[in-house]
């Protein structure tokens, strides 16, 4: 079994920046997919980004170029940084690590508790 354990939302201002945390325990990320995925009031999870193992990484597109994933295996950490928020950001923002590529929740096997973001116009 794995644990995730995400940190570091709050409510800010648009165009503030967060860094969000994913601390994994029970298991080594460096051997799984590790991704974001986020939900706002009464709307479904969809997919944020994703680091894999190979190095690779996937955006959505509403956050490209404004959202960055990275993976410290060392630490078994995951991090999500995000710049340039906007009111339409506001969600839960849940981390997942699964064993194969993928934007669909079913391809991730162990998730997090989710950290809330809310931004303010």
């Known amino acids: 079994q794995m644990q995730l354990v995400e940190s570091g939302g709050g409510l800010v201002q648009a165009g503030d920046s967060l860094r969000l945390s994913c601390a994994a325990s029970g298991r080594t990320i460096s051997s799984y997919v590790m991704g974001w995925f986020r939900q706002g009031s009464g709307k479904e999870r969809t997919f944020v980004a994703a680091?894999?193992?190979?190095?690779?990484?996937d955006y959505a597109e509403p956050v490209k170029g404004r959202f960055t994933i990275s993976r410290d295996n060392a630490k078994n950490t995951v991090y999500l940084q995000v710049n340039s928020l906007k009111p339409e950001d506001t969600a839960v923002y849940y981390c997942?690590?699964?064993?194969?590529?993928?934007?669909?929740?079913?391809?991730?096997?162990?998730w997090g508790q989710g950290t809330q973001v809310t931004v303010s116009s």
């Open positions: 680091t894999w193992t190979g190095g690779l990484i």
């Open positions: 997942a690590a699964g064993r194969v590529t993928g934007r669909l929740m079913g391809d991730y096997n162990y």
